[in-house]
């Protein structure tokens, strides 16, 4: 069974960093895009940032030029560096990706669980 696990998230003053990773697991063929949506309460899931297989990128105007996704094909784990941070990323934060699984014909998107991220003014 394909799966996600999240882990970085936490507490954080306004102005630091944290670093999230997100490692997939199970029987997998290919992995496509990787990437990051964030929840905040009350409001709908948007995307952060993406990253596919070959390296190109695309972040939310809100985190550009503060957050950085990359991603290990051979560990099939995405980071994603979070500096500058304000009040305003608090929210929970989904790593997703698209797998190929092993003898499947189609990609399917998958998503962790989902780690908190606090930020405090």
């Known amino acids: 069974q394909e799966k996600l696990v999240e882990s970085g998230g936490g507490l954080v003053q306004a102005g630091g960093s944290l670093r999230l990773s997100c490692a997939a697991s199970?029987?997998?063929?290919?992995?496509?895009?990787m990437g990051w949506y964030r929840q905040a309460p009350g409001k709908q899931r948007e995307l952060a940032a993406v990253?596919?297989?070959?390296?190109?990128?695309n972040y939310a105007d809100s985190v550009k030029g503060r957050f950085t996704i990359s991603r290990d094909n051979a560990e099939a784990t995405v980071y994603l560096q979070m500096n500058s941070l304000k009040p305003e990323d608090t929210a929970v934060y989904y790593c997703?990706?698209?797998?190929?699984?092993?003898?499947?014909?189609?990609?399917?998107?998958?998503w962790g669980q989902g780690t908190q991220v606090t930020v405090s003014s």
């Open positions: 997703y990706a698209e797998i190929l699984p092993l003898g499947g014909l189609l990609y399917s998107d998958y």
């Open positions: 199970g029987s997998i063929s290919k992995i496509n895009a």
């Open positions: 990253i596919t297989s070959d390296g190109s990128t």
